[in-house]
C-alpha cells in the first residue's frame, strides 16, 4: 500500500495543513512532509518494523499536527514587497498634488470642463482597488491563456478601427466608448500584449520548424495595427518589450538579431512612406529650424526646465506648453518645483524599475518571470521616454509619466502592473508543481 494514500497519513497532513490559512500552499506543504514520513518510514522498515507502525513512529516523530501547522503558516505567510508598494504610494501622491497645483493655478479651465484633480483621485482609488484585486488572484491561471488573450484583444482592437460607433476619436487616436467612459484602448494594449507573450513564449516549443513564422505573426501583425491607429510610440514600446522577452524565452542571438532586423526594416519603411512621422524626427533632430512651429513645443519643455532653478518658479507656470498635465507633465514639475524635485522623480523611477528587476531574479516560475520582465519593461520605457523627451532628448509623442500623466486608462493599467507584479512577488517561494517535482527526484534516486 502507498503511503501517500495510506488514511493516518492524510488525516495528519489534512490537519496541519488547515492551520495554515494559505491555501495556495498546501499542496506543496503536504509533499515536503510526505517526503520526511517516507523517509523516515523507510529507515523503520529497513530495522524490521512493520509498515503501519512505522507510519505511525514517523509521524509521531514529525511532531504534533497542530504545533507544526501553526509553525508552517507562519513559514508560509505570503509576502509582501513593502518598498515596491511604498514607493507606488510616494508616487501616486506626488502625482495628485501635482495635479492639483495645476488645477489650483487654472491652467486648464479653458481647456477643460471636468476637475482633473477629483477625477483623478477616483483613477487612484479605482486603480487602487484593481491593484489589491490582481495582487491576490493567483497569476499563474494565466499561464496556458496567452493565445486567447492575444486573439481577443486583436479582435477589439480591429472592431474598434474598422467600426466608429464602438468608439471616438481624441487627438487622432481611438477610444473605446463603453457609454459611460472612454477607454485609451491602445494604450493599454502593451500591457494586455505583454501578458498574452508571457504565457505564449512560456508554452513555445522552439524546437518545431515553424516557431519562426508564428514569431513572425506575433510580432508584425500588433505592429500594423499600431500604425493604423496610428501610435508610433506603441510600436516602439511592444517591439522592445517582445524582443526582451523573446531573448529571455531562450531563442539564441542569431534567431533574436534576424527577428530584429523585421520592425528594424518596417520603421524605416514607414517613415518613408508617412511624412508627418519623418517630420517629427527631423523635429527632434533641429526643433529650432521651426521655432514657431512643430518646434515650437520642444523649445517649450526645455525652456521650462533649464529656467527651473534649484527649488522651482513656484505657481508662475503660464500654461504655454501643450499637454502639460499629460505627456509633459514633467517639464512642469520641474518647472513649478525645481530641478530637486525632478532628481526626486528621476530617483524614484529608477528604484521602482530596480526593484522589480531585482524581482525577476527571486523568482523560481518562468512564466512569472517572463511576466515580471515584460511588465518592467513597460513601465520603464515609459518613465525613460518621458523624461528623455521633456528635456529635448527623444521624440514628444504620447507616452505617459506613470503616476503623474492625467488620465483614467494610464492610471488603472499602471495600477493593474503593480498587482500583477505583487502576485507574483506572493507565490516567488511557491513551487510550481511539487507533485511532478518531487516524482522527478524519486525517479532520479531509483535511477541511483
Request: glycine share 8%; aromatic share 12%.
Amino acid at each position: 500500500m502507498s503511503i501517500e494514500r495510506n488514511q493516518q497519513v492524510q488525516e495528519y497532513l489534512n490537519h496541519v495543513c488547515s492551520h495554515i490559512k494559505w491555501v495556495e500552499v498546501h499542496e506543496q506543504v503536504k509533499q515536503e512532509l510526505l517526503s520526511h514520513i517516507e523517509d523516515r518510514v523507510a529507515e523503520y522498515s529497513a530495522e524490521g518494523i512493520s509498515e503501519q507502525e512505522a507510519i505511525e513512529l514517523a509521524i509521531n516523530r514529525m511532531g504534533d499536527s497542530v504545533v507544526l501547522g501553526k509553525q508552517l503558516h507562519k513559514a508560509h505567510k505570503p509576502p509582501t514587497n513593502w518598498k515596491l508598494l511604498s514607493i507606488v504610494a510616494i508616487l501616486a501622491g506626488m502625482g495628485l498634488c501635482t495635479l492639483y497645483s495645476v488645477e489650483m493655478q487654472g491652467l486648464l479651465t479653458k481647456k477643460l470642463s471636468v476637475s482633473i484633480f477629483t477625477n483623478s483621485v477616483i483613477y487612484v482609488f479605482f486603480g487602487l482597488a484593481v491593484l489589491l484585486g490582481i495582487t491576490y488572484f493567483d497569476y499563474r491561471k494565466l499561464k496556458n491563456f496567452g493565445w486567447q488573450l492575444f486573439s481577443g484583444t486583436m479582435f477589439i482592437w480591429l472592431m474598434l478601427l474598422m467600426s466608429p460607433m464602438l468608439g471616438s476619436t481624441t487627438n487622432v487616436k481611438p477610444y473605446l466608448n463603453l457609454g459611460f467612459i472612454n477607454i485609451d484602448y491602445i494604450g493599454a494594449t502593451p500591457f494586455l500584449l505583454t501578458v498574452a507573450l508571457a504565457s505564449i513564449f512560456f508554452n513555445k516549443d522552439w524546437s518545431k520548424p515553424n516557431w519562426f513564422v508564428s514569431t513572425i505573426f506575433l510580432l508584425i501583425v500588433p505592429n500594423i495595427f499600431y500604425f493604423m491607429s496610428p501610435s508610433f510610440t506603441g510600436v516602439i514600446i511592444y517591439t522592445a518589450v517582445f524582443l526582451i522577452l523573446l531573448s529571455l524565452a531562450g531563442v539564441s542571438k542569431k534567431q533574436l538579431t534576424a527577428i530584429a532586423i523585421l520592425p528594424m526594416g518596417f520603421s524605416i519603411f514607414s517613415l518613408v512612406q508617412e511624412p508627418y512621422l519623418l517630420d517629427r524626427l527631423l523635429t527632434f533632430m533641429n526643433p529650432y529650424h521651426n521655432p514657431l512651429g512643430s518646434g515650437y513645443i520642444y523649445i517649450q519643455s526645455i525652456e521650462a526646465i533649464r529656467s527651473a532653478g534649484l527649488w522651482g518658479q513656484g505657481f508662475t507656470f503660464s500654461g504655454n506648453l501643450p499637454e502639460f498635465h499629460t505627456d509633459l507633465i514633467f517639464s512642469y514639475i520641474v518647472y513649478t518645483f525645481g530641478w530637486v524635485a525632478g532628481a526626486v522623480v528621476i530617483i524614484l523611477a529608477v528604484a521602482l524599475t530596480a526593484i522589480m528587476i531585482d524581482l525577476v531574479k527571486r523568482v523560481k516560475d518562468k512564466f512569472g518571470r517572463l511576466l515580471v520582465t515584460g511588465l518592467t519593461s513597460i513601465l520603464g520605457l515609459h518613465f525613460l521616454w518621458n523624461i528623455l523627451m521633456a528635456v529635448g532628448l527623444a521624440p514628444i509623442s504620447g507616452i505617459s509619466l506613470p503616476f503623474f500623466s492625467y488620465g483614467g486608462t494610464q492610471t488603472v493599467i499602471n495600477m493593474a502592473i503593480i498587482g500583477l507584479v505583487l502576485s507574483v512577488y506572493r507565490r516567488k517561494n511557491v513551487l510550481v508543481n511539487p507533485i511532478k517535482i518531487r516524482k522527478t527526484n524519486e525517479e532520479e534516486q531509483l535511477l541511483l
